[in-house]
RNA sequence: UGCCCGGUGGUGUAAUGGCAGCACGAGUGGUUCUGGCCCAUUUAGUCAAGGUUCGAGUCCUUGCCGGGCAGCCA
């Protein structure tokens, strides 16, 4: 395989870069987030993208918030954004900048145009424009205003700017082409009354850019040279060019790239806020949520993240990239990172009948991460009375099982292997308690006869446990494409029912009264895990479930 | 029936006229004090038809299929 020598697989907008750095150029990108939404994973994709490049060429990346409409946006944003962004790794150092500090720039430069009679002020309605707009086949008609003198023009924007007129009653258009085939370039509007005062400037505009114009000026006056925007936009590249080139100032290169789409969620910003608004997802945050807030709470390393966004590449193919990808790339860094714990979440009382009512304390060893060495080990108290997990014992197990049963011996992890000589049932004939002979040989784990058990289960003290409220997440949606076009159903309709389940009285081993909220730890043999940012205390552990550990046995018992 | 963009295993991608690779998923086997990890192995692909060429996934033509565009949203 052709790798560059960043070991990163090439894609096409690497390979423009390439060639333009051959050439002298320089990297300066932007990511341009409108404060009117948190971020979610397909921002992340962008992310990487914009300060991915900028990082490998030796270049910069600007943080730009793109705020040109008022209505919709709000400094809660603006800070939720920044901190999402810090968090995924990225650094914007000075280089902080909002479209609405250029907003004198680019009022000057609007009066360019009319001055050149490239721009005019429109007094049709919305309706009327778009009537005279045309359709996908037909051109479109000429504005009855499109030939006001530069003079009258000039003076209606002015005034338009302090108010002086009704929100909607004037536009200020460019004056490209009603012919045109690409519909953008049939006279775009460029600035639109709207009385509404901003987040930020307060009730100083009455006339607000639209996106078309702002946004290669924006791009222009940061002196951007590759401004990476998603395939949306495609269509609007000749008007980013066209603008630029009529102003005659900096101008940036546009590429587009195909957004994330990834199965099993969605990820428009209208869908997020109506799951949220429904009630149906707690908040932005919510760990179900393709968020970047939603995935930090549910433990996932922002790491993960990245190495996903590395793997599928950049194209400009429409495609959905596979959760069980992303869900891959979180096993792969928590694997290596995650401290392993034992917690029982269905805990299933176990007695050990022949070890002495009045032992010592009995610690063992147990590993910290078998995948760092460095992680070093812990000490871990054994009792006679223990839980194991209710899913570890089964009175008639079918020919795979491997685990505990009536007569059967099995390992409890770095302890001792313990054979089942009872088990005790309830009225209704659960299982409530089982009666073990443990092996005072096998202190450790290992037997010095050599033999063998089939399973090893993990296990907690029932004296020395730690009470715990377990939450456990499962995909969103049951649909692969919840929102597929030509599905007129609501996308809600396929939110899977089970995807938030609350398990109470886990048992947890008690190293984890220490719990670090900051870190994924792996329940081993379940899962990983985090304590929540929200209701997790050391008197009252919550932890998430990040993800489940892969599990052959789960698949080959599905199958059946 | 206008304009723009795109079609490589189930999924995501690489191959820049020269052996169609990689990752995920799925299957099988091995290993194992996590039914995890790891290792080995199997499955499976260039939308179609022409053309250029010694040679085409790649270039050209036509067709087919998919996506986007008619906000004073971004």
Not at 29 to 36: D, G, Q, S
Not at 303 to 313: D, H, L, M, N, V
Not at 332 to 351: F, G, H, Q, S, Y
Request: hydrophobic share 35%; glycine share 6%.
């Amino acid at each position: 395989m052709n790798a560059e020598p960043s070991g990163k697989p090439q894609n096409f907008i690497r390979e423009i870069i390439e060639n333009s750095v051959a050439g002298g150029a320089s990297v300066h990108t932007r990511f341009p987030p409108e404060p009117n939404g948190h971020l979610h994973i397909g921002h992340a994709k962008a992310m990487c993208i914009d300060f991915g490049f900028a990082k490998e060429f030796g270049g910069k990346c600007n943080l730009r918030f793109d705020d040109t409409n008022p209505a919709k946006e709000d400094m809660e944003y603006v800070e939720a954004i920044q901190r999402d962004v810090r968090w995924l790794g990225f650094d914007w150092d000075d280089r902080l900048f909002f479209a609405s500090d250029y907003f004198e720039r680019m009022f000057e430069l609007a009066v360019e145009l009319i001055r050149k009679g490239k721009a005019y002020v429109c007094d049709q309605t919305p309706e009327e424009i778009r009537e005279y707009r045309g359709s996908l086949t037909e051109p479109g008609r000429k504005s009855p205003f499109r030939n006001r003198s530069i003079e009258e023009n000039l003076d209606l924007f002015e005034r338009m700017r302090t108010g002086e007129f009704e929100d909607g009653s004037k536009t200020l258009r460019a004056k490209i082409d009603m012919t045109a085939p690409n519909l953008n370039l049939r006279d775009p509007v460029m600035y639109r009354i709207v009385r509404f005062d901003h987040y930020r400037l307060g009730d100083s505009w009455r006339v607000y850019p639209t996106y078309d114009w702002a946004h290669g000026i924006e791009d222009s006056i940061e002196g951007i040279t590759f401004s990476l925007c998603d395939l949306d936009f495609e269509n609007h590249r000749p008007l980013y060019d066209w603008f630029l080139s009529e102003l005659d100032i900096h101008h940036p290169r546009q590429i587009e790239f195909a957004r994330l789409n990834l199965s099993y969620t969605v990820m428009s910003k209208r869908k997020l806020m109506s799951l949220v608004e429904s009630g149906m997802v707690s908040d932005w945050d919510d760990p179900r949520m393709p968020t970047l807030s939603g995935l930090r709470r549910r433990g996932v390393p922002p790491e993960a993240i990245r190495s996903f966004c590395e793997t599928i590449g950049v194209t400009k193919v429409n495609s959905l990239s596979d959760i069980a990808l992303f869900e891959h790339c979180v096993r792969d860094v928590l694997n290596k990172t995650a401290p392993r714990v034992m917690a029982v979440i269905d805990p299933l009382k176990v007695v050990i009948v022949n070890y002495p009512e009045d032992a010592a304390d009995d610690e063992l060893d147990a590993v910290n991460n078998p995948e760092d060495p460095s992680a070093g080990t812990r000490k871990v108290p054994f009792s006679k009375t223990l839980y194991i997990e209710r899913s570890d014992f089964m009175i008639d197990p079918p020919k795979k099982f491997f685990r505990l049963g009536p007569g059967r011996e099995v390992r409890l992890r770095y302890a001792y292997f313990i054979r089942c000589v009872d088990y005790v049932q309830n009225e209704e004939g659960e299982v409530v308690e089982l009666r073990c002979e443990y092996d005072p040989e096998t202190r450790g784990g290992n037997a010095p006869d050599g033999r063998k058990v089939k399973a090893t289960l993990h296990w907690v003290s029932a004296e020395h446990a730690i009470d715990a409220e377990v939450r456990l997440y499962d995909r969103l949606f049951l649909k692969e494409r919840p929102d597929a076009p030509g599905d007129d159903s609501d996308f809600r309709e396929y939110l899977n029912p089970d995807s938030f389940k609350a398990l109470c009285g886990c048992k947890l081993e008690p190293s984890l009264k220490n719990a670090d909220p900051d870190i994924t730890y792996q329940f081993e043999r379940l899962g990983y895990f985090r304590p929540d940012c929200v209701d997790h205390s050391s008197e009252s552990p919550v932890f998430n479930r990040t993800i489940s550990l892969r599990d052959s046995w789960a698949k080959a018992k599905g199958k059946t």
